[in-house]
Nanobody, 121 residues
Framework: QMQPVESGGGSVEVGWSLRLSCEAS????????MSWYRQVPGKEREFVSK???????TYADAVKGRFTVSQDSAKNTLYLQMNDLQFEDTGIYYC???????????????WGQGTQVTVSS
């Protein structure tokens, strides 16, 4: 199936901000749960945040109060506003899309290839 596409990563200093984007198919019938995960070499991929089809938002404890997840009006683009970035936020950020409605051949599903976020002291 179609993969989501992440963008917006980069190299920043502690305390700075970044905004990541994840794009899924805009086919009108598609409905998604959309999530962010991150991974550092040698560590397990960890959950960051999620919006489901009921607009319920969840955050990992490590990012509460600093990161904000949102969607565009069509709910096919996912954003992650990352404020007050810390060294521990460094990693490859992946978008995970779970198709909940819509044609399997027209809608996005699965993991993106990731975008690198590097936070230096």
């Amino acid at each position: 199936q179609m993969q989501p596409v992440e963008s917006g990563g980069g190299s920043v200093e502690v305390g700075w901000s970044l905004r990541l984007s994840c794009e899924a198919s805009r086919y009108a019938s598609c409905r998604y749960d959309m999530s962010w995960y991150r991974q550092v070499p040698g560590k397990e991929r960890e959950f960051v945040s999620k919006i489901d089809t009921e607009d319920i938002i969840t955050y990992a404890d490590a990012v509460k109060g600093r990161f904000t997840v949102s969607q565009d009006s069509a709910k096919n683009t996912l954003y992650l506003q990352m404020n007050d970035l810390q060294f521990e936020d460094t990693g490859i950020y992946y978008c995970k899309v779970e198709r909940k409605a819509g044609n399997i051949d027209q809608c996005t599903n699965g993991w993106g290839q990731g975008t690198q976020v590097t936070v230096s002291s």
